[in-house]
């Protein structure tokens, strides 16, 4: 058995069991492939759109399909699965996840497209519950989600700069989700030093945590504050386009971006504990709503470039403390198994409320959109803020 078994008391860091850090850092690679698309939805999906074989509103369906899908998969995994057998689920996703990559590469109609990338989305959302059933354990999750997504946004950065720079060009779209798939497979090797068994956590009350008024403003913050970049992601190379900026100058702004999420990630990680969360949240919603009404006023090159990076630094910067955000809410950890299924939810619903906007060819109302979901995520903090006063004063 490994050193997580169930039934360990935590030790040092770890509130349950006691991983290594070589079965840590397994962990959250295997999620951080699950949630690869993220970074190369742009990319993939404006490579979709520019080929033809999907139209902006079937664009926003697919990537609101895959995400969702996702969210649901690491909500079921998380929430009503053991924790047991972890190497071998982690072979099984990553394979089905790899079938579903290449199906992807030569499906055919919106149709087949969506129902792929759901297929795909169910599998990476399992992906992402092997990293967060871990990180859930950890005295330090905050910090230890800091890591994870350095790590991800890392492998998003460099595989959209290969991707945009040098595979879609040579063989399009199809060559990209091949490129994902091969990670997949490449990614087995790395799923057998996961921890076998993790420690299980105490979930007798399970749900009923997350039914209360601090967890549900908490995690509907999370939501819009990712409704936000949703939106704005994956509409941007049509927004770019609009404002005469061509898909190839957009995909290095992606990787660009991406760049400075991982920025944004590893000082979030050094300043997490400095930062109060409630001043951190607040401070990067007034920012994203800035930035959204700057993309929605039909700026040059040079001021594109700059809200795109800024909203790239502030996405994942503003993790640990929505981590905190849901600690803080559930002190039990139920909710924090949730954050990733509210980001992604958010992520889901933003490109297709917006689409919802969009008139003919004129994308401005998606950021507009954007901005509005900024000002919802930082309200709700501020209601979370007052009820959770009213409790305490209860009590």
């Known amino acids: 058995m490994t050193s997580t078994d169930t039934g360990h008391p935590g030790s040092g860091d770890w509130l349950v ?3 290594t850090g070589r079965q840590l850092a397994s962990a959250l690679w295997i999620g951080s492939v699950g949630l690869l698309i993220l970074g190369l939805q742009p990319v993939l999906l404006g490579a979709l759109f520019t080929e033809g074989h999907v139209s902006g509103d079937e664009l926003a369906l697919v990537a609101t399909a895959e995400m969702i899908a996702i969210a649901i998969g690491s909500a079921i995994v998380a929430m009503l699965l053991s924790a047991h057998n972890m190497r071998w689920k982690s072979a099984a996703l990553l394979l089905l996840l790899a079938l579903a990559n290449v199906w992807t590469a030569y499906a055919a109609g919106a149709n087949m497209l969506i129902a ?3 297929l795909a989305g169910l599998a990476e959302g399992g992906l992402v519950a ?7 354990r950890s005295r330090r999750a905050e910090r230890i989600g800091g890591y994870f997504v350095t790590m991800q946004t890392l492998a998003q950065c460099a595989l959209a700069l290969l991707l945009a720079l040098y595979v879609i060009p040579a063989a399009g ?3 990209g989700f091949i490129v994902l798939a091969i990670v997949c497979v490449a990614s087995l090797a790395v799923a057998f030093t996961v921890p076998t068994d993790y420690a299980d956590l105490p979930k007798e009350e399970n749900l009923a945590n997350v039914l209360t008024v601090p967890s549900m403003t908490a995690l509907l913050s999370v939501f819009c504050y990712f409704m936000f970049f949703g939106a704005v992601w ?11 900026i061509d898909g190839r100058t957009v995909g290095l702004i992606v990787s660009a971006s991406l760049a400075v999420q991982v920025l944004g990630a590893m000082t979030a990680t050094v300043f997490e504990a400095r930062i109060d969360y409630r001043l951190a949240i607040a401070s990067i919603g007034a920012v994203a709503f800035v930035s959204s009404l700057v993309l929605a006023s039909g700026p040059d090159l040079i001021t594109f470039w700059v ?3 800024i909203m790239g630094f502030i996405l994942l910067f503003i993790v640990p403390y929505q981590i905190r955000l849901a600690i803080t809410a559930d002190e039990t950890r139920t909710a924090v198994l949730l954050v990733p299924a509210a980001q992604l939810f958010g992520l889901a619903i933003g490109p297709v ?3 919802l906007l969009i008139d003919g060819k004129d994308f401005c ?3 507009e959109f954007a901005a509005t979901s900024a000002i919802a995520s930082a309200a709700l903090l501020g209601l979370f803020i007052l009820v959770s006063r009213r409790r305490r004063a209860v009590a």
């Open 116 to 118: 792929v990338r759901a």
């Open 130 to 136: 092997v990293a967060t059933e871990l990180i859930a």
């Open 353 to 355: 409320a917006a689409s």
């Open 365 to 367: 109302p998606v950021p």
């Open 173 to 175: 779209s199809a060559g």
């Open 307 to 309: 809200a795109a990076l």
């Open 234 to 244: 994956a509409f941007l190379e049509p927004l770019g386009a609009q404002y005469g």
């Open 17 to 19: 069991g006691n991983p």
